[in-house]
């Protein structure tokens, strides 16, 4: 790596993106054959209550991993995010962490206590808390631990949700969390909230005091309708773009608290040691991130043509400001545009036409945050982090392109090896 | 009515709407009782490919209408705002208007055809559109038809989602409506498109081209996933802002036209006579609207206090202003914040903390857009409409409370002879 930086050469990119695509560049109908009215259908199925997906898409779903075999309570379902579209991920394909599985809460037993250095102990029922005011945002739910098969040595061949796929973007609403630290009369001292759930793991966690009254909810609707089981139903903690090990599902205690509980999730994992010596504890906001959902592993592009490159952008530091794409393995970057205004935590779809020559192509994309954070290079990340890192992987990912069309992940220039 | 107007009074205004909810106001925690800590939970279930909601919300459900007795397949199945939060409405819960059932469609089979006046008539399969560029935008989603017990002489008792439920939002991705019209060469004399889905109904509708151009998509991916069947499984068309009965489901074949189909739903249908002799035919846009789902008809406020007045608000012809909320029938008007910066075409979420003093009240929110339309009173809409009307219905809706928390259906001032 001691040649110069290349010059920018636009060229290249003005060949292979399409700034708009064009009806000649597609031209992906065939001409109608034979008589064109379909004659009408026999009379249909009836109404549902309550919908379920296409038969024909019954192979869009979530991935289970178990971290044990023979116990199917510990581990993950992840979202397949290159079979969907869009910013929202629906909710039976939310992906989900469990250690202990999924309980059953029964909500008219289930409470909300706030107690430790507060006024006056507080506790309310679900009833209760439905008639709080409430405030609905969509968010990103991002796993501190998604992605950490970047830092394998080899690129891992898997696909792309099933890497990068605990992560989900969804329309929270609940109840602000100030309105009960307020109600109950925290202790200014209180610099720590200590978050357990009603789960068999009886997760328990430490948030700061400022970002839970910040940016905390009580989480009780996603996506419209009252959360799924293995969500948290009745009640989790929402904390838009910090980790999700924070947004305690079945939360059922809050302890305010002048330190943080020191936890297992804060101990023996979600910490990590640093090149220096230090250690990275505490580390609380998922850093700026992108991802591109396809082409990814995987898929096969049919042939030379037009295709879209299209995928998901988030940070936890505030809004997407920019994403760049390239094809050339990060020489050439261009910029993608984002389907809507990008909202603060939340998940931002890029789209950019590309002209694939049938060439091999490496595939990345980079996204900048609102504070100017840029997503490091896979090397940048491993320079500042060293190789003790699991947790916070956010490095760029590249897809390789293979003359044939295959789709792989690859480290960057050395993708090429691998046809 | 022929008192003139009363001054505005901003002191009423002031008691009882709280720009901000707090602590004193609210004082919905009860006194921790007993011992704080519950144990761990025995281990739960596993996990599931595909999640179902909880069962203790198994009441949530879509509620089913039929127009014939005894035929399953006609009717709707209609969304239960009242039960639901933020602006997604879950893909199992989005309301379905059907007139000969659901067609079960095997997608490799299925063909879009676009016809008629083109340089070259072009079909494509469903995996030769899902190679396009595609786009994602959250819409409403709105029957013409809906709320049109609007009309009725007596406020009609019933909950707000089975009244204004043919309503719903969600994240729709397809490919952009114009890639296709101009791939096969569209006559630039064609002002139509006359869209048909593959159903027993075989629907028919006619769009103009210029915003079938603007604003069409081809329908594929609804909040992140593949469409479900009854929403038009494989596509459909997506035309934000404009009346329901515009998407065609199952969308099979477009025809380019000089002039309209004339098809039954434009003529004996979505058409009807103005109080000056002339014939309102063809609205496409739906008009500015609001509708407050908590509290509404059929719930119970449980006592004088604070309580959360929340709502939605929408308009096809942009993105919403500004929502304004009376609790004494209009007399006063308060602006409500929205949640999210409003979007064009899209449902937006207002709220507002009211302390309920336990006196009868008449709760109306009336919605601006930013093309400054505003929503009507009932008697400007009669007025402007006549007796003759069923569609397109979007005036302020009144909730009257009972001095013991019953909400009903109300005109207006006439609301509490109801008590």
């Given at each position: 790596?001691?040649?110069?930086?290349?010059?920018?050469?636009?060229?290249?990119?003005?060949?292979?993106?399409?700034?708009?695509?064009?009806?000649?560049?597609?031209?992906?109908?065939?001409?109608?054959?034979?008589?064109?009215?379909d004659g009408?259908?026999?009379?249909g199925e009836?109404?549902?209550?309550?919908?379920?997906?296409?038969?024909?898409?019954a192979?869009v779903?979530r991935?289970?991993?178990?971290?044990?075999?023979?116990?199917?309570?510990?581990?993950?379902?992840?979202?397949?995010?290159?079979q969907?579209?869009?910013t929202i991920?629906?909710?039976?394909?939310?992906f989900?962490?469990?250690?202990?599985?999924t309980?059953?809460?029964?909500p008219?037993?289930?409470?909300?206590?706030?107690?430790?250095?507060?006024?006056?102990?507080?506790?309310?029922?679900?009833?209760?808390?439905?008639?709080y005011?409430?405030?609905?945002?969509?968010?990103f739910?991002?796993?501190?631990?998604?992605?950490?098969?970047?830092?394998?040595?080899e690129?891992?061949?898997?696909?792309?949700?099933?890497v990068?796929?605990?992560l989900?973007?969804?329309e929270?609403?609940?109840?602000?969390?100030?309105l009960?630290?307020?109600?109950?009369?925290v202790?200014p001292?209180?610099g720590?909230?200590?978050?357990?759930?009603g789960?068999?793991?009886?997760?328990?966690?430490?948030?700061p005091?400022?970002?839970?009254?910040?940016?905390?909810?009580i989480?009780?609707?996603q996506?419209?309708?009252?959360?799924?089981?293995?969500n948290?139903?009745p009640?989790?903690?929402?904390?838009?773009?910090?980790k999700g090990?924070?947004?305690?599902?079945?939360?059922?205690?809050?302890?305010?608290?002048?330190?943080?509980a020191?936890?297992?999730?804060?101990?023996?994992?979600?910490?990590?040691?640093?090149?220096?010596?230090?250690?990275?504890?505490?580390?609380?906001?998922?850093?700026?991130?992108?991802?591109?959902?396809?082409?990814?592993?995987?898929q096969?592009?049919p042939?030379?043509?037009?295709?879209?490159i299209?995928?998901?952008a988030?940070?936890?530091?505030?809004?997407?400001?920019?994403v760049?794409v390239?094809?050339?393995?990060g020489?050439h970057w261009?910029?993608?545009p984002?389907?809507?205004?990008?909202?603060?935590?939340?998940?931002s779809?890029?789209?950019l036409?590309?002209?694939w020559?049938g060439q091999?192509?490496?595939l990345?994309?980079?996204?900048?945050?609102?504070r100017?954070?840029?997503?490091?290079?896979?090397e940048?990340?491993?320079?500042?982090r060293?190789?003790?890192?699991f947790?916070?992987?956010?490095?760029i990912?590249?897809?390789?392109?293979?003359?044939?069309?295959?789709?792989?992940?690859?480290?960057?220039?050395d993708?090429?090896?691998?046809?």
């Amino acid at each position: 790596m001691t040649a110069p930086p290349a010059a920018p050469d636009p060229a290249p990119t003005r060949r292979r993106f399409l700034h708009q695509a064009t009806a000649a560049a597609l031209a992906g109908g065939a001409a109608v054959q034979g008589a064109v009215a379909d004659g009408p259908a026999p009379a249909g199925e009836a109404f549902q209550p309550y919908g379920q997906p296409a038969p024909a898409e019954a192979g869009v779903q979530r991935r289970i991993g178990l971290n044990h075999r023979g116990l199917d309570t510990n581990g993950a379902a992840w979202t397949p995010l290159e079979q969907l579209d869009g910013t929202i991920t629906p909710n039976g394909l939310h992906f989900v962490r469990n250690h202990g599985g999924t309980p059953r809460i029964d909500p008219a037993q289930h409470r909300l206590r706030l107690i430790g250095r507060v006024r006056q102990p507080l506790q309310w029922s679900v009833d209760a808390l439905l008639r709080y005011p409430r405030r609905a945002q969509q968010a990103f739910l991002e796993c501190a631990g998604n992605s950490s098969a970047g830092w394998f040595e080899e690129p891992v061949q898997r696909p792309a949700g099933l890497v990068h796929g605990l992560l989900s973007g969804a329309e929270w609403a609940g109840v602000p969390l100030a309105l009960l630290l307020d109600e109950a009369g925290v202790d200014p001292q209180a610099g720590w909230l200590v978050a357990t759930g009603g789960d068999a793991g009886a997760m328990h966690v430490s948030v700061p005091m400022a970002l839970a009254r910040e940016r905390g909810l009580i989480g009780l609707f996603q996506n419209g309708e009252r959360l799924r089981p293995e969500n948290g139903h009745p009640m989790r903690l929402v904390l838009p773009g910090l980790k999700g090990v924070l947004w305690v599902k079945w939360l059922n205690t809050l302890e305010a608290s002048d330190q943080p509980a020191m936890a297992r999730n804060e101990t023996a994992r979600y910490t990590e040691p640093l090149p220096d010596g230090r250690v990275r504890q505490f580390a609380m906001r998922m850093d700026v991130k992108s991802l591109i959902t396809s082409p990814s592993h995987g898929q096969t592009l049919p042939g030379p043509g037009v295709h879209e490159i299209r995928g998901l952008a988030w940070s936890g530091h505030g809004a997407i400001r920019r994403v760049e794409v390239s094809v050339d393995g990060g020489k050439h970057w261009t910029e993608a545009p984002l389907d809507a205004p990008a909202q603060a935590h939340a998940l931002s779809r890029f789209r950019l036409p590309w002209r694939w020559d049938g060439q091999p192509a490496l595939l990345q994309s980079r996204a900048t945050d609102d504070r100017g954070q840029v997503q490091p290079a896979r090397e940048a990340l491993l320079a500042a982090r060293g190789r003790g890192g699991f947790y916070h992987y956010n490095a760029i990912v590249t897809w390789a392109v293979a003359p044939h069309g295959a789709v792989l992940h690859s480290y960057g220039q050395d993708g090429f090896d691998a046809f």
